[in-house]
């Protein structure tokens, strides 16, 4: 009897678990999608090279929506148990709340250990990656991609215009280059015909230009024009890709711990690493957080039903975060350690879901449980006015 039960609480929280991962996943990615429309209509990226910039992104929204999903899951799961009277059933057989933990702990050491091998494995992977194809696909092929009479600001630190470009020869007549890559001496080019040379090799592109002029502010009053017949504008993208390469999320963990054991001066980058260590295992404990702390709401919400649950969730999810964040921001000002921090949110969440699964167990109202109703109900109904007044 008790696998059996083990077995249907499993299989109650596992099929609203992977909807939630569906729906979340598209949610998050629909927030990319224009930026990826644009990449396929405007730069003519291939499908292909988008489906791979698709896949590299997955780790980041996997970090979020494991847990989302999970914490959903439970909550639809145990409030569809309450309002359907199986709860009240399973209590007079003997079945009391501690005996509906095991299938649920389970399920969150599952998504605990994903979750942990997002932030260890997957997401240096993907970000790194996504950060070399997207110079590859986007950057590469932006040399030879210049729109016609359009400001173009695909190449790093330069505006290009051009009155006309050919796309098979690569050949570009009525010039205007505003190149800001050095701040003081800052210089607007003109030329009348030129031709783009695009080297992959070298990450490196060459605008060879003819019969132009380089104009340049001199000192706070002075101006200098240079006249050229034939001049070569060299623009290494490699080196702009450098600047940004250098970031904490692009580290395995390996490289964080080799890292953070060598001696260095005090850095914002190393406090970065430092909380970085500390995230990638203190954001997939959130899975354990949510079984305690779920439990107990779900089966307070029988009243609310599955919009209860929704709601609980979304209230839950979003205190969480921001707590996580509040922990970030405590660490950035020094208050702090991040191995103290960045941790703070999970046990205070733990602690409170402890003591709401004792009260659940004796039977006793939760705290604040007719506020959040009362509260879900007046937000259902203004959505439902906003709908029938639009």
Not at 45 to 50: A, C, E, S
Not at 148 to 176: A, M, R, S, T
Not at 194 to 215: M, Y
Not at 233 to 241: H, P, T
Request: aromatic letters at 10%; hydrophobic letters at 45%.
């Amino acid at each position: 009897m008790t696998r059996t039960l083990y077995r249907y609480i499993f299989r109650e929280t596992a099929v609203p678990f992977v909807l939630g991962m569906a729906v979340f996943t598209f949610v998050l990615l629909m927030g990319r999608l224009l930026k990826l429309a644009e990449m396929v209509f405007a730069k003519g990226v291939p499908f292909v090279d988008v489906c791979r910039l698709i896949l590299y992104m997955l780790p980041s929204f996997l970090l979020v929506t494991i847990p989302m999903a999970f914490l959903l899951a439970v909550l639809l799961a145990f409030g569809r148990l309450s309002s359907d009277s199986e709860i009240t059933a399973m209590k007079a057989s003997g079945v009391g709340v501690g005996s509906l933990l095991p299938p649920v702990l389970v399920f969150a050491v599952l998504t605990y250990l994903a979750t942990t091998f997002v932030t260890v494995y997957a997401l240096p992977w993907g970000s790194s990656s996504f950060k070399r194809f997207l110079y590859e696909v986007v950057e590469t092929r932006a040399a030879t991609s210049i729109r016609e009479k359009v400001f173009n600001d695909d190449f790093p630190g330069l505006v290009i215009y051009v009155d006309n470009y050919d796309q098979v020869n690569h050949d570009i007549y009525g010039i205007l280059i505003q190149d800001e890559r050095n701040p003081d001496e800052q210089a607007t080019i003109f030329a009348a015909a030129g031709k783009i040379v695009a080297n992959p090799e070298t990450k490196s592109v060459r605008l060879h230009l003819e019969d132009g002029g380089i104009h340049r502010l001199a000192g706070k009053e002075g101006y200098r024009i240079v006249q050229f017949a034939s001049y070569d504008l060299n623009v290494n993208l490699q080196q702009q890709s450098k600047k940004h390469y250098l970031d904490e999320q692009d580290m395995t963990l390996g490289e964080l711990m080799t890292y953070l054991r060598a001696p260095q001066e005090e850095t914002k980058f190393l406090r970065d690493a430092r909380i970085e260590l500390q995230k990638r295992f203190a954001l997939p404990f959130a899975c354990i957080v949510f079984a305690i702390i779920g439990i107990p709401l779900g089966i307070h919400n029988q009243r609310s039903g599955r919009a209860g649950g929704f709601s609980s969730g979304i209230f839950l999810l979003l205190g969480y975060y921001i707590l996580m964040s509040g922990a970030k921001a405590v660490c950035e000002k020094g208050i702090l350690p991040p191995v103290i921090a960045m941790w703070i949110p999970n046990i205070l969440l733990t602690g409170i879901g402890i003591n709401l699964l004792l009260r659940t167990a004796s039977e006793r109202p939760l705290p604040f449980a007719g506020t959040i109703r009362e509260l879900s109900h007046r937000i259902r109904e203004f959505l439902g006015k906003a709908t029938k007044a639009s």
